[in-house]
Each structure stands twice: as structure tokens, then as C-alpha cells.
């Protein structure tokens, strides 16, 4: 059971953004990591960034990304509404696939979101 | 970045068996990888971190070794809820990687 609720699949036109959002059921997304991952059609799992919360007196929040997304991959959050946000820029069909999110108190993701199916197609 | 190599890509096997998936790192990873099980239409779960460790709640028939850059998952009797597809991830230098995965089928 899917304890991260993602956004509804999306289809894109090549060139497009697309934006999925990820919030936990019941609880924060405070003091855990972020990362985002997906799976295209027929492949394995595939990290694709994600943040570290600092917590201590200066928190800060530190973003690593796979070098394949560094230059059109944007990761937020809004604490007002406790929703993570993953923006993909200049989608390809090669960019078709079940785009998760999870979370981890350490670095390995412990809860999973249930996947937002992304399709690009002219 | 480092590559995290799964084999074999497929093993065909029977419930009642016994299976060892294996996982190969670039560099040493020293014993910060994890195993992910995933099945079609599922959120991946999480087995195994700290490469030994078995999550809270994963049943004892799934065990995990190795450290560095060799790593071992094995399930001892494979039940029919196993069959699945079995990842690798190391978390011990950015960006984090996952291995191809190994799919478990049944013969």
C-alpha cells in the first residue's frame, strides 16, 4: 500500500514540460529525503534525483541529480500544501514512463508512491 | 558514476526453490546498497539495506550479503507471491544508481 499519493498520468507533446506531484497520506515529508525514480517501458528502475533535508540551525536542503537530468530536472516542495513536485523540461518519448516518488529517513527509499505514467506522444 | 551490474537479467525457477540473485558494483560501495523487489503495477518495496539488513516485516525466507563491490540476495523457498522483478541500489556515492535488475520467473 502506497503510503506517497502521486498526481494522474499525463500525456505530453515532444519539446513539453510536465510537472507530477507526490504527497504523504497522514503524515510530512519533514526530515525525510525526496528522491524521484522511473521506469520506461521494458527497462529497470532509474534514479533521477532528489533532496536532502539538513536539519539543525541552519537547515538548508541539498539537491543531487543524475547527471542525465541535471540540465532539465527541477525538484521542489511547498510546505504549505506538504507536496513534493518533480518538473521534467524538453520531453522526448524516450522520457515515457512510470515516474515514481519516494522517501527514506536515510538514503535508501523506505515508502514508494504508487507511480504517475507519463506518455509522450505527438 | 557508479554501475551497479545485476545477474543473471533472468532466472526461471519453481516455488519450492532456492534462488541467489547477485549484484555487482563499479567501486566499493562498502555496504551501502539496498534491494528493491517490483512487481507489475506495484510500488517497488524495499527488502534489504545496509546490504545484510533485512527491512522490518520482509520475511525471513530473504537474506542478503556481501559488502564492497559484491552482493548477494537469496530467497530459500520461493513462494509464489516471489516472483517478481529484484533490484540493486547503491546509496554510497552521488548520484545514487540502481542495478538492471533481475526478473524472477517461474519455470
Known amino acids: 500500500q502506497a503510503q506517497l499519493v502521486q498526481s494522474g498520468p499525463e500525456v505530453k507533446q515532444p519539446g513539453s514540460s510536465v510537472k507530477v506531484s507526490c504527497r504523504p497520506s497522514?503524515?510530512?515529508?519533514?526530515?525525510?529525503?525526496i528522491y524521484w525514480v522511473r521506469q520506461a517501458p521494458g527497462r529497470g528502475l532509474e534514479w533521477m534525483g532528489g533532496?536532502?533535508?539538513?536539519?539543525?540551525?541552519?537547515?538548508?536542503?541539498?539537491?543531487f541529480f543524475a547527471r542525465a537530468f541535471e540540465d532539465r530536472l527541477t525538484i521542489t516542495t511547498d510546505e504549505s500544501t506538504n507536496t513534493a513536485y518533480m518538473e521534467l523540461t524538453g520531453l522526448t518519448s524516450d522520457d515515457t514512463a512510470l515516474y515514481y516518488c519516494?522517501?527514506?529517513?536515510?538514503?535508501?527509499?523506505?515508502?514508494w508512491g504508487q507511480g504517475t505514467l507519463v506518455t509522450v506522444s505527438s | 558514476e557508479i554501475m551497479m551490474t545485476q545477474s543473471p537479467a533472468i532466472v526461471s525457477v519453481s516455488p519450492g526453490d532456492r534462488v541467489t540473485l547477485s549484484c555487482r558494483a563499479s567501486?566499493?560501495?562498502?555496504?551501502?546498497l539496498a534491494w528493491y523487489q517490483h512487481k507489475p503495477g506495484q510500488a517497488p518495496r524495499v527488502l534489504i539495506y545496509?546490504?545484510?539488513n533485512r527491512v522490518p516485516g520482509i520475511p525471513g525466507r530473504f537474506s542478503a550479503t556481501g559488502s564492497g563491490t559484491e552482493f548477494a540476495l537469496t530467497i530459500s523457498t520461493l513462494q509464489s507471491e516471489d516472483f517478481a522483478v529484484y533490484s540493486c541500489?547503491?546509496?554510497?556515492?552521488?548520484?545514487?544508481?540502481f542495478g538492471g535488475g533481475t526478473k524472477v520467473e517461474i519455470k
Open positions: 519516494a522517501r527514506g529517513l536515510q538514503l535508501w527509499a523506505r515508502d
Open positions: 497522514g503524515d510530512t515529508f519533514k526530515n525525510f529525503a
Open positions: 533532496f536532502l533535508p539538513v536539519v539543525g540551525p541552519a537547515e538548508n536542503t541539498h539537491y
Open positions: 567501486q566499493s560501495v562498502h555496504s551501502n
Open positions: 545496509n546490504a545484510v
Open positions: 541500489q547503491q546509496y554510497n556515492h552521488w548520484p545514487l544508481t
